[in-house]
């Protein structure tokens, strides 16, 4: 397997198993009307908010990393990559910020709806990134 691939399944897991707490901090009180045991039944809201903000932070840092570091040649100085990543960075580092100030269901579910499109526009950076790798906008 490429190093790039396990980096990307790696990412794409985070990314989905963020965007799961806040799907179940959206669900906390039909999940205790029904007694099930979710993380944020068992914990809290604002802990599981925590949770997803360090998770959406390690996407933060490893996200534009190919860009800086050889992991993958086609995505190794590639500027079409960054611009595009930024996209899911700034989106992740807007929600890390509102999480924590306001942990309750209703915000988790508007950032659901921006995680999703977030993380599509992330995958679409590394694809176009590495099918644009040798354009004329790809500098040393």
């Known amino acids: 397997m490429p190093p790039i691939l396990f980096y990307f399944v790696v990412l794409?897991?985070?990314?989905?198993?963020?965007?799961?707490?806040?799907?179940?901090i959206r669900d906390r009180e039909e999940d205790v009307l029904s007694h099930v045991n979710t993380l944020p039944v068992i914990t809290s809201e604002k802990c599981c908010a925590l949770i997803t903000s360090a998770i959406f932070g390690c996407i933060i840092?490893?996200?534009p990393l190919p860009f800086f570091w050889d992991i993958d040649a086609g995505l190794y100085r590639n500027y079409i990559f960054l611009f595009l990543i930024i996209i899911p960075v700034a989106t992740f580092a807007v929600m890390i910020f509102s999480l924590s100030k306001n942990a309750?269901?209703?915000?988790?579910?508007?950032?659901?709806?921006?995680a999703r499109p977030a993380m599509l526009a992330g995958c679409l950076a590394y694809v176009l990134g590495v099918v644009f790798q040798d354009?004329?906008?790809?500098?040393?």
């Open 61 to 63: 840092i490893l996200d």
């Open 135 to 140: 354009q004329f906008i790809c500098f040393l």
């Open 104 to 114: 309750g269901p209703d915000n988790a579910g508007r950032w659901i709806t921006y």
């Open 12 to 24: 794409s897991f985070l990314a989905g198993f963020g965007i799961e707490i806040l799907c179940d």
